[in-house]
């Protein structure tokens, strides 16, 4: 759900909604609850009218991404070194990103080639540049920190969203496709 930049948690838990607002207001709301931290993310009341207009189209909108990703996920089945993330069965999501991992020992490109070559091909695929910019904190002796330095280098999100219509979700895993059959190929030209 859109809110203008602004998030929110709705829950049926008064304790854990009386915490949350304590912790969302850097000064305390309503009756103390302890928190271990505090912060600054009250929406702005624009942000809270978005996110209320959004409400009535939310379950249409989860629909409608949950049939991108399904078709995503048929899509690239039978493309070797990817995989597609899904949302655990532990929680109900909006199924707003399609997060997708590039094996490059298997798919035949790097991440970033490979969203290179998407970008090539007017996909906007993306990683995210705060988390690799996180990689110049890691240790390289932080063995226990190697899977996240996998998920920092490895994982890119591919399209979604109001404007991606079936038709772009067939036409970016036919791309997929035709970038791992050629990875070898395209490995060599500039894009």
């Known amino acids: 759900m859109g809110g203008a930049e602004g998030g929110f948690l709705c829950t049926n838990d008064d304790a854990l909604a009386a915490r949350l ?36 189209d939310f379950p249409q909108l989860q629909s409608r991404n949950l049939a991108l990703l399904q078709r995503y996920e048929s899509g690239l089945e039978k ?19 399609v997060v997708c991992q590039v094996d490059e020992s298997v798919f035949g490109m790097s991440r970033d080639r490979l969203i290179a070559v998407l970008k090539a091909e007017n996909i906007n695929a993306r990683h995210h540049p705060c988390l690799e910019a996180s990689l110049a904190y890691i240790a390289p002796e932080e063995d226990q920190l190697q899977h996240s330095v996998d998920v920092i280098r490895n994982y890119f999100q591919l399209p979604l969203g109001v404007d991606v219509s079936v038709h772009d979700v067939d036409q970016v895993c036919a791309v997929l496709a035709e970038a791992r059959t050629y990875a070898t190929m395209l490995k060599k030209i500039e894009v």
């Open 21 to 56: 607002r304590n912790i969302r207001s850097s000064y305390g709301a309503g009756t103390f609850t302890a928190v271990a931290k505090t912060s600054n993310g009250r929406m702005s009341e624009a942000q809270a009218a978005l996110g209320l207009l959004h409400l009535d």
């Open 79 to 97: 493309v070797s070194g990817l995989r597609l993330l899904k949302p655990s069965d532990t929680c109900n999501s909006n199924y707003a990103y």
